[in-house]
């Protein structure tokens, strides 16, 4: 590729890069502005925004019940994606297995808001509203599929026959499950783990048609407070979300790095088809062997 | 000696597993979707009235029209600046492409709200934009908030990830050598990429252009933040429709419309697809 | 659950001494996969110790018969009987057996000792005792030391061996091994079986063996069972299977052969010896494994290297022909020579160098061989 187009790409790259993150890079001196209204540059730099916020009952409160919706919704989307992928991979009646595909990849075509929509008029009806179980019931929802297709990635490539020798030695079903192939999946749970975190975190759709007049997440009531009016603790709001995000993102990036080394790479991964290490290695067997054979 | 009795039993396959999740699928989301739907056809006085009212009321269909103008500008431009940004990341080292693709990955990590929020900031008028115009000189005062911009500007910050993506990973299978078996054929760089390159990128080109479309329909939050009462969109409508005027009637009917609209856009992908392969 | 009669404190320390290997017995055992049967009733007795090899091509059944002697297929039909007791509604984790897998499934997180050790947790064993079987099993394999070693550091061979010794190191009275060799090249596969032999002389367990290479099972087993469609097609020792095959399958499978078509002249004599007619009016003889009314429609299977140039003695008069050589291929340790027997049908001898010299040389010549040598076999339609 010539330069004169290397170079015309970059640009493109740069800016597009520039225009995705500038908004939270952005966040933090917004938070920190003296000035209550929307101006640059600041005027000034304060803390006292950011002093109001976490001394506000009310936006506490708002980023309680995110932290609390997001635990709900990773533990119930981990645990329905897990058993739901384990099914897909593992079960002898694979006829019905490609019918649940279009079926679990409809949360992620239809829009949420239909979505929202239609949980709205059955909830209102049934008086669910409210509630926060309901909004870790729909955001779980909206996070199953990304969580199948990662731990049922991950399933596909542990051997089933690591489960079926444990049970031949001696461990019940479940007991050769979570000492064998749970240990294995510990990184594509972390991540999937992640992915439902933060989804929770930033939804705000569900949460808002669920929580209309009541106790809303974080995103909803920033959202409410920039349609009614201009709080100055919204960018602290904003500046918490980042950095929660950031915080679920990074610290689960770390444990995912950690699982994935505690595993091993490289020669040979968790999923043991020995056959391609076989060729491999028969090499290094006459090496070895000598060394065994002459002790 | 005691014959080998026929097994009435199996092992009970590990198959029911999967009902937890079926179960919480089909009660919250095919059921209250399904209802939605019979929604729009059982009100007052019921069938097809609300489908019409909407069709007549001139307002609603313009509104109907805006959000799929908007839809297709937004895929388009996303489309035009994603398509290089994914060559770019394809053809770098794997370094490179980690970072490029993961930070338009982290991007995503980030709340719409947080990110239409901020934008209000920049393009307001007191924002970062006009910051950066005086301070060059320009005087002028930008506005590109409660306006058709800043929808665009908001639409962008998430179809923009979610077309580079597919097509980074379609582009990432182009088996090299295809470029240069097309270059021992002869004919020019231009021809080549246009001939061979470009075709065998579509599949992602595609896959990336449909989820940016329906996913832009459906906005709400964006249009509602950075837009005007007058960028009204169609989801905007039918939140007003449900939650604030109560016209459960016609708002079930649009937002019916808005689904059999996402549904229809993505199985007749996969019809064109599989036809093609 | 299956007791495994271990008789501890062994002269090894820490390890087991010799099991009493269990009986097994299977009964009319079914398993279908829709409208396919993979097992379509099979009935075999495999003795206390004995070592016993499932042969057959891919699609023969072995593999599901083995996984529903471990349990983790379960039959249609049928019984499995172990020791006397009818374990088959048993869960694979209470029949004590030990399943050496062909792609070895060896714990990627788990060190060799741990995944040694991981059956012995299971049994509730105390940490000493563990350690002295652990050291004790990794003897027995020649690893000694390779206790905190990850199995993705291990080579095949090595793997194998681990994989072994996990198998066995709860003692169990009954061993499955589902193809352990298949995935080694010949000079490891060689020397594996050496050990396996080994190993199963010393501790005495019984062994069901499943292999598609009827080299290994003809030099492992004591008694070898050839399966076919799910079906048992013949059971016995190597020496009855290669030289006293019930069907033209079996003869294929175990070694190779030459076949020449003919119908019965009589009745078989007293040694069970008796006469063919072959096309083009020769006679020869073979030892019938046929019902002998006259006439009937058989084949004479004559392998390759009990097939000898030149005259006859007195006794293989009846059983000679003459062929004529198209081919020569020096294979080392004897030269292979084909051609075409007087029938027109296609042969193959394995002939030392001296009496090879003259048929190559004629380019044709008389061949005999001892009529306790040919298997008069039924024609099969599809063999």
Sequence with gaps: MDRIGRIALWVVAAAVLAFLLAPAILVLPMSLNSSPFLVFPPPGYTFSWFGQFFASPEWMAALQRSGEVALGVVLLSVLLGLTAAYALTRSRRQRFMPLVEPLVTLPMIVPSLIFAVGVYIVAIRLHLLGGLWIVVLGQAVLAIPFVLLNLRAALQTIDPRLEEAAWTLGSKRIASFVRITLPLMVPALIASAVLAAVLSLDETVFALFMTPDTAPTLPVLMYRNIQYNLNPLVPVAAAVMVFATGLVGGVGGFAYWLARRRLGSGRGSASMLNQDLISQSTADEVASDGEVAGV | MASGSRRKQRDLDVGWLMTPMLVLLLILFVVPVGLLLLRSFTGNPGGLTAYREFLGTPEFVGILWRTIYVALIVTLISLAVGYPYAYLAARSSTRVQRILIGLVSVSLFLSLVVRCYAWLAILGPGGVLNLVAHSVGLNVRINGVHNMFGVLVGDLQYTLPFVILPIYDVMRRVDPRLMSAAATLGGGPVRRFIRVYLPSTMPGVAAGCLVAFVATLGYYITPSILGAPQNMMIGQLIAGLMLTSLQWDLGTAVASILLVTAVAFFVGFRRIMARVA | ?383
């Design chain 3, 1 to 383: 659950m299956v007791k495994s009669q271990v008789s501890e404190g062994s002269s090894r320390g820490g390890g087991i001494g010799r099991v009493t290997g269990g009986s097994l017995q299977l009964e009319s055992l079914e398993r279908h996969y829709g409208s396919i049967a993979a097992v379509a009733g099979v009935d075999l007795r495999v003795n206390s110790g004995e070592f016993v090899s499932l042969l057959g091509p891919s699609g023969s059944g072995k593999t599901t018969t083995l996984a529903i002697i471990a349990g983790l297929e379960k039959a249609d039909a049928g019984r499995v009987v172990l020791d006397d007791v009818d374990i088959t509604s048993w869960r694979p984790h209470k029949r004590n057996i030990g399943v050496v897998f062909q792609s070895y499934a060896l714990f990627p997180h788990m060190t060799v000792a741990e995944n040694l050790a991981y059956p012995l947790h299971c049994r509730k064993l105390d940490r000493k005792e563990i350690e002295g079987r652990v050291k004790w099993a990794l003897g027995l394999v020649r690893l000694e030391g390779y206790e905190k070693r990850y199995p993705r550091e291990l080579s095949g061979g090595q793997q194998q061996r681990v994989a072994v010794a996990r198998a066995v190191i709860y003692g169990p009275r009954l061993l499955l091994m589902d193809e352990p060799l298949s995935a080694l090249d010949r000079r490891l596969r060689d020397e594996l079986q050496g050990e396996i032999r080994e190993l199963h002389k010393n501790l005495g367990m019984t062994v069901v063996y499943v292999t598609h290479d009827q080299g290994e099972a003809l030099s492992l087993s004591d008694r070898v069972v050839v399966m076919r469609d799910g079906l048992v097609e013949q059971v016995g020792t190597p020496q009855e299977i290669y030289d006293r095959p019930d069907t033209e399958f079996v003869a294929r499978f175990v070694g190779n052969s030459n076949f020449l078509r003919g119908t019965l002249a009589g009745p078989a004599d007293a040694s069970g010896v008796a006469r063919v007619h072959l096309p083009g009016g020769s006679v020869v003889l073979g030892v019938s494994r046929v019902p002998t009314n006259s006439g009937r429609d058989v084949q004479v299977l004559v392998r390759p290297e009990y097939l000898h140039v030149g005259e006859p003695n007195a006794a293989s008069v009846g059983s000679s022909l003459q062929v004529r050589i198209t081919d020569t291929v020096y294979q080392g340790s004897f030269v292979l020579c084909v051609g075409e027997f007087e029938t027109g049908e296609s042969c193959r001898l394995h002939l030392g160098r001296e009496e090879a010299a003259s048929l190559i040389r004629d380019g044709r010549g008389q061949v005999w061989w001892r009529p306790e040598d040919g298997v008069i076999l039924p024609v099969q339609p599809n063999a």
